[in-house]
């Protein structure tokens, strides 16, 4: 990472991405760094810097304080996501005992925030496992099921340097499709 000392504005030291970097930004996913700069917006401060991030899934700008809270990190490197794959038989599948809607959220929430690779391979065994017993589908686990793979997919392509549509294929061809 690069320290910046912005003495023109006098934002201080920051540990910043770089333009073009792919960071995961919170539950957001995988996001490229577009620009690392105040926002050009009436009502804003223009002393403060901001990430400009373009999702890998979906469309728009989010705008981070460089100085913020929000959970920010680099995607994995190849070893790291090739270590996960080797893993992922052994991960244990998230599946929520309470069967009450505004509790198989919160757990399933309460997974998302951890930022974890491994607990969002969780949440994919476990609403996999889920979908597979019932006979009808919920579209809300679907939902859940491909936002857990759209993050999981979107760094894992990103680490191995290949399409995010080749990412499952791989997996399988890894692990085998009995995982």
């Known amino acids: 990472m690069i320290i910046y000392k912005c003495i023109e504005y006098d934002w201080g030291e920051y540990s910043l991405f770089t333009v073009g970097e792919k960071i995961v930004y919170g539950e957001h996913g995988v996001c490229t760094v577009e620009k690392v700069a105040p926002l050009d917006m009436s009502g804003v401060a223009k002393n403060k810097l901001y990430y400009h991030l373009s999702p890998l899934i979906g469309s728009g700008t989010f705008f981070a304080p460089v100085d913020s809270e929000a959970f920010m990190r680099p995607v994995m490197d190849r070893q790291a996501a090739e270590a996960l794959i080797d893993a992922m038989p052994g991960i244990a599948p998230a599946i929520c005992m309470d069967n009450r809607f505004n509790h198989v959220d919160a757990f399933y929430k309460e997974l998302f925030r951890t930022h974890s690779c491994e607990a969002l391979v969780s949440i994919v065994k476990g609403l996999s496992t889920r979908m597979a017993e019932r006979k009808t589908k919920s579209s809300r686990a679907e939902a859940t099921m491909k936002r857990a ?25 890894r692990i085998g499709a009995a995982e």
Do not use: F, N, T
């Not at 997919?153 to 399988?172: K, Q, S």
């Open 149 to 173: 793979k759209d993050m999981l997919h979107g760094e894992l392509a990103v680490a191995l340097d290949m399409d995010i549509e080749e990412v499952e294929p791989y997996i399988l061809s």
